[in-house]
């Protein structure tokens, strides 16, 4: 990792700089490093000469001399030099650089406690249908941000918002009843069979239709959500039983693609509970939250936008006419008394910071693969009884929210309200983490059954209500088989299960690398045929680089009896002339990027943009595929020439195969 070293260097430039020009922590500019265009000019450069120009009233050369003549020697560096237009150049040792860090297992990112704990809530599909396209694109992105705070050594609790007692909900609960003629008994007959999220994706699309045929047929969904607020009725009974089944074909869902949750929240939990009761009596009382008295909102319980809240709204695609004045209100309370989704969130969005003066129960879901429970909250005091006690769920320090850009206007009511209570910091760390839609390519949207195309436009929308989306699973099983077929044509006696184990792999790594890899700003275009390229950017092109690495590792071994750890052992004491700058520079260059992922990482995470971390392993891989065509291994004569490359290699394959992790792919044995 470079990080350590980039710290090392900038505390001392720092002291030296204080010390020479008279500065204190104020004055003091940033520092920051950079990677030089070629290794002749050096392994990192340091411009902070050009901003102590204007504090020291000197010329930036003047400078960068002065701080090398001062600085001395520092560890791991074996040169510094300033250069003519006034950086600050910087030399790495090469052997003591690689030998360290190929000596370094990796481990387990440790909790940094200082950081406090950070919650990532994703996914919060609707429970009335099997998850779609759309949805991986939440998942994947929850799950890899996760990961990289986890990298960072943040502690992240994940969770998933369960909508149980929403209008979505509340629709199948009419269609069950009024198209089906399905009472509670014979719900539940049909949620144990196989594929009931896809059954209930055909029946959402049909009550979507009925609806828009007799619009008088709304009462109904009115009625539902009333018994399902209340509870305690053979409505919410139906609705717990579909809410149920179909969030377990979700977490099935998600789980093919290695994502997993520390905590399920469902919203009916919110109500039992009298959570928005509690957050009700907070606002009102603090004046955030107050009642028309006249208009068309009188009755409702409102919250007044701030002008940023109140331009996210407007710019929102949701939006609809209203008059002037209630553009700046906010409906939180109906006047029937029925809470919108709005009033949950900022109930569940203070409970998450540990700000309600309540909390949920707990009760065990269901187990994972690793034997950790998945857990779910409760509205039941004395639950279901268990051997493992529930961690200790909210109370964070920060929260992210990941849920596409259309509710942004929501997102910053969210963060308004805890402003509005005085809660700066966590008005300031209560984060959005948005992302646009994703959409199909004509090719792809053909092969998985689309019919009547709009060719006039670029790309296909999908939209589940009306029955033109792509259910995840069936996406999935496609590529699944695509990368099957691949192969078994490159490997046609591989044995079937571990055919069937590389495929899964492959499938995963092309769906998951190729939702990082745009920028969360921008419409994704989604093809099979660009996810699944073993030579494009694309995940499985990633993997293939690593399994290439594992490997010439593979036939070293076969050639020379040497191992991973005979090559770091012997790596301590061979000369290192292949090393030198000039013809060793190649070497250099791949060891030296597959030290960034720290680097990368953190700008990641400063970003909050993912696509950092694609866009970079992708350059690697690409770098580690020209360094082995130029420079052989295997065939290598020369011995010490043949380790040091072997070391590179290993570096890359350690550093590519984490990279990987953090995005959520795993290294197959072969492809």
Same mark, same amino acid.
């Given at each position: 990792?470079?990080?350590?070293?980039?710290?090392?260097?900038?505390?001392?430039?720092?002291?030296?700089?204080?010390?020479?020009?008279?500065?204190?922590?104020?004055?003091?500019?940033?520092?920051?490093?950079?990677?030089?265009?070629?290794?002749?000019?050096? %392994?990192?450069?340091?411009?902070?000469?050009?901003?102590?120009?204007?504090?020291?009233?000197?010329?930036?050369?003047?400078?960068?001399?002065?701080?090398?003549?001062?600085?001395?020697?520092?560890?791991?560096?074996?040169?510094?030099?300033?250069?003519?237009?006034?950086?600050?150049?910087?030399?790495?040792?090469?052997?003591?650089?690689?030998?360290? #860090?190929?000596?370094?297992?990796?481990?387990?990112?440790?909790?940094?406690?200082?950081?406090?704990?950070?919650?990532?809530?994703?996914?919060?599909?609707?429970?009335?249908?099997?998850?779609?396209?759309?949805?991986?694109?939440?998942?994947?992105?929850?799950?890899?941000?996760?990961?990289?705070?986890?990298?960072?050594?943040?502690?992240?609790?994940?969770?998933?918002?369960?909508? %149980?007692?929403?209008?979505?909900?509340?629709?199948?609960?009419?269609?069950?009843?009024?198209?089906?003629?399905?009472?509670?008994?014979?719900?539940?007959?049909?949620?144990?069979?196989?594929?009931?999220?896809?059954?209930?994706?055909?029946?959402?699309? #049909?009550?979507?239709?009925?609806?828009?045929?007799?619009?008088?047929?709304?009462?109904?969904?009115?009625?539902?959500?009333?018994?399902?607020?209340?509870?305690?009725?053979?409505?919410?009974?139906?609705?717990?039983?579909?809410?149920?089944?179909?969030?377990?074909?979700?977490?099935?869902?998600?789980?093919?693609?290695?994502?997993?949750?520390?905590?399920?929240?469902?919203?009916?939990?919110?109500?039992?509970?009298?959570?928005?009761?509690?957050?009700?009596?907070?606002?009102?009382?603090?004046?955030?939250?107050?009642?028309?008295?006249?208009?068309?909102?009188?009755?409702?319980?409102?919250?007044?936008?701030?002008?940023?809240?109140?331009?996210?709204?407007?710019?929102?695609?949701?939006?609809?006419?209203?008059?002037?004045?209630?553009?700046?209100?906010?409906?939180?309370?109906?006047?029937?008394?029925?809470?919108?989704?709005?009033?949950? %969130?900022?109930?569940?969005?203070?409970?998450?910071?540990?700000?309600?003066?309540?909390?949920?129960?707990?009760?065990?879901?269901?187990?994972?693969?690793?034997?950790?429970?998945?857990?779910?909250?409760?509205?039941?005091?004395?639950?279901?009884?268990?051997?493992?006690?529930?961690?200790?769920?909210?109370?964070?320090?920060?929260?992210?929210?990941?849920?596409?850009?259309?509710?942004?206007?929501?997102?910053?009511?969210?963060?308004?309200?805890?402003?509005?209570?005085?809660?700066?910091?966590?008005?300031?760390?209560?984060?959005?983490?948005?992302?646009?839609?994703?959409?199909?390519?004509?090719?792809?949207?053909?092969?998985?059954?689309?019919?009547?195309?709009?060719?006039?436009?670029?790309?296909?929308?999908?939209?589940?209500?009306?029955?033109?989306?792509?259910?995840?699973?069936?996406?999935?099983?496609?590529?699944?088989?695509?990368?099957?077929?691949?192969?078994?044509?490159?490997?046609?006696?591989?044995?079937?299960?571990?055919?069937?184990?590389?495929?899964?792999?492959?499938?995963?790594?092309?769906?998951?690398?190729?939702?990082?890899?745009?920028?969360?700003?921008?419409?994704?275009?989604?093809?099979?045929?660009?996810?699944?390229?073993?030579?494009?950017?694309?995940?499985?092109?990633?993997?293939?680089?690593?399994?290439?690495?594992?490997?010439?590792?593979?036939?070293?071994?076969?050639?020379?009896?040497?191992?991973?750890?005979?090559?770091?052992?012997?790596?301590?004491?061979?000369?290192?002339?292949?090393?030198?700058?000039?013809?060793?520079?190649?070497?250099?260059?791949?060891?030296?990027?597959?030290?960034?992922?720290?680097?990368?990482?953190?700008?990641?995470? #400063?970003?909050?943009?993912?696509?950092?971390?694609?866009?970079?392993?992708?350059?690697?891989?690409?770098?580690?595929?020209?360094?082995?065509?130029?420079?052989?291994?295997?065939?290598?004569?020369?011995?010490?020439?043949?380790?040091?490359?072997?070391?590179?290699?290993?570096?890359?394959?350690?550093?590519?195969?984490?990279?990987?992790?953090?995005?959520?792919?795993?290294?197959?044995?072969?492809?």
């Amino acid at each position: 990792m470079i990080l350590p070293i980039h710290e090392l260097i900038k505390t001392q430039i720092r002291a030296v700089a204080k010390r020479l020009y008279g500065l204190d922590d104020t004055a003091m500019p940033s520092i920051t490093i950079q990677i030089p265009p070629n290794r002749t000019i050096g %392994d990192l450069a340091v411009p902070v000469a050009f901003e102590l120009a204007k504090v020291a009233r000197k010329a930036p050369r003047v400078i960068s001399t002065e701080l090398v003549d001062a600085l001395g020697e520092i560890d791991g560096v074996t040169a510094i030099e300033p250069s003519p237009n006034g950086y600050i150049n910087f030399f790495l040792d090469r052997r003591s650089f690689l030998t360290n #860090r190929i000596n370094l297992p990796v481990q387990q990112d440790s909790i940094d406690v200082s950081q406090g704990k950070t919650i990532v809530e994703h996914t919060a599909i609707n429970p009335n249908k099997a998850a779609h396209i759309g949805h991986l694109r939440n998942a994947v992105l929850g799950d890899t941000l996760s990961q990289l705070l986890r990298f960072q050594g943040h502690h992240v609790e994940v969770q998933n918002y369960i909508d %149980d007692t929403g209008v979505q909900v509340a629709d199948m609960v009419v269609a069950f009843r009024e198209l089906e003629s399905m009472g509670l008994d014979k719900v539940k007959s049909e949620a144990r069979k196989t594929n009931f999220d896809h059954y209930c994706w055909d029946l959402y699309t #049909r009550v979507t239709e009925w609806y828009e045929a007799d619009s008088s047929r709304l009462r109904l969904r009115s009625e539902a959500l009333q018994a399902l607020e209340a509870g305690n009725n053979e409505m919410a009974d139906t609705a717990a039983i579909i809410a149920d089944h179909i969030v377990r074909c979700h977490l099935a869902t998600m789980a093919r693609l290695k994502i997993s949750y520390d905590l399920l929240t469902w919203e009916g939990d919110i109500l039992r509970l009298r959570f928005w009761a509690r957050a009700f009596d907070i606002l009102t009382k603090a004046g955030v939250m107050f009642q028309p008295k006249e208009g068309k909102l009188a009755g409702c319980w409102v919250m007044q936008l701030s002008d940023q809240t109140t331009t996210a709204s407007e710019n929102s695609s949701n939006n609809t006419a209203v008059e002037p004045e209630e553009v700046r209100l906010k409906v939180i309370v109906r006047s029937d008394n029925t809470v919108t989704y709005v009033g949950k %969130d900022i109930a569940y969005q203070f409970w998450k910071f540990g700000l309600l003066g309540t909390n949920f129960f707990y009760r065990p879901f269901n187990t994972s693969e690793n034997d950790q429970p998945l857990w779910a909250t409760s509205s039941n005091p004395s639950g279901e009884p268990t051997a493992t006690t529930p961690p200790v769920f909210g109370c964070a320090d920060t929260v992210y929210n990941v849920i596409d850009t259309r509710q942004a206007y929501l997102q910053q009511l969210l963060a308004q309200a805890l402003g509005a209570m005085g809660y700066t910091a966590q008005a300031e760390h209560s984060i959005h983490f948005s992302y646009e839609m994703v959409t199909l390519s004509h090719s792809t949207a053909r092969a998985l059954g689309l019919e009547n195309i709009d060719t006039d436009r670029p790309f296909v929308e999908v939209s589940g209500r009306k029955g033109l989306g792509v259910k995840a699973d069936e996406l999935l099983d496609r590529l699944v088989e695509a990368a099957s077929r691949e192969v078994t044509k490159r490997n046609p006696n591989l044995p079937a299960d571990e055919s069937a184990s590389i495929s899964r792999m492959i499938s995963t790594a092309a769906v998951r690398y190729f939702m990082i890899k745009f920028s969360r700003s921008k419409v994704i275009v989604f093809d099979i045929d660009e996810a699944l390229s073993f030579e494009g950017e694309s995940g499985p092109y990633l993997q293939y680089a690593a399994v290439r690495a594992n490997n010439i590792f593979k036939k070293l071994h076969e050639r020379t009896d040497l191992d991973e750890p005979a090559i770091i052992e012997k790596l301590s004491s061979v000369s290192t002339d292949c090393l030198a700058r000039g013809d060793g520079d190649g070497l250099w260059e791949l060891v030296l990027e597959s030290a960034r992922l720290d680097e990368v990482v953190d700008q990641a995470v #400063r970003s909050l943009e993912p696509s950092i971390l694609a866009k970079y392993s992708f350059g690697l891989a690409q770098l580690f595929n020209t360094f082995y065509h130029h420079h052989p291994i295997v065939n290598e004569e020369q011995t010490e020439l043949q380790l040091w490359r072997a070391g590179a290699t290993l570096y890359f394959k350690t550093q590519m195969t984490r990279a990987l992790g953090l995005m959520g792919c795993e290294v197959p044995s072969r492809m």
